[in-house]
């Protein structure tokens, strides 16, 4: 099975930068979009960036002008390049993959990486 490896993040100071890198550990057949949500303390988990396979790219618009996803050939590894960083911004954050199974929308789900920002 497809497991979702996830690396970077930790303990970073406010207005500091990190990056998170997400890699699939093998071939997803449709491909929809990769990305990354995070969940804060006591909050819902909520859709940080994404970029999907025709490069167009969202972000939420706390992380606007911030925030920078990138990605290697065909969504695999995605990067997700943080910067500015401000308290608010500790959290999870996981790794996600939508692609198809057959017909039906599917997401994949990373184990999620900690980042925590000093203030």
């Known amino acids: 099975q497809v497991q979702l490896l996830e690396s970077g993040g930790g303990l970073v100071q406010s207005g500091g930068s990190t990056r998170l890198s997400c890699e699939a550990s093998?071939?997803?057949?449709?491909?929809?979009?990769m990305g990354w949500h995070r969940q804060a303390p006591g909050e819902q988990r909520e859709l940080v960036a994404s970029?999907?396979?025709?490069?167009?790219?969202t972000y939420a618009d706390s992380v606007k002008g911030r925030f920078t996803i990138t990605r290697d050939y065909a969504l695999n590894p995605v990067y997700l390049l943080m910067n500015s960083l401000k308290p608010e911004d500790t959290g999870v954050y996981y790794c996600?993959?939508?692609?198809?199974?057959?017909?039906?929308?599917?997401?994949?789900w990373g184990q999620g990486t900690q980042v925590t920002v000093s203030s």
């Open positions: 996600y993959v939508l692609y198809y199974s057959g017909t039906t929308p599917t997401y994949l």
């Open positions: 093998g071939s997803i057949l449709g491909l929809v979009a």
């Open positions: 970029i999907n396979s025709g490069g167009g790219i």
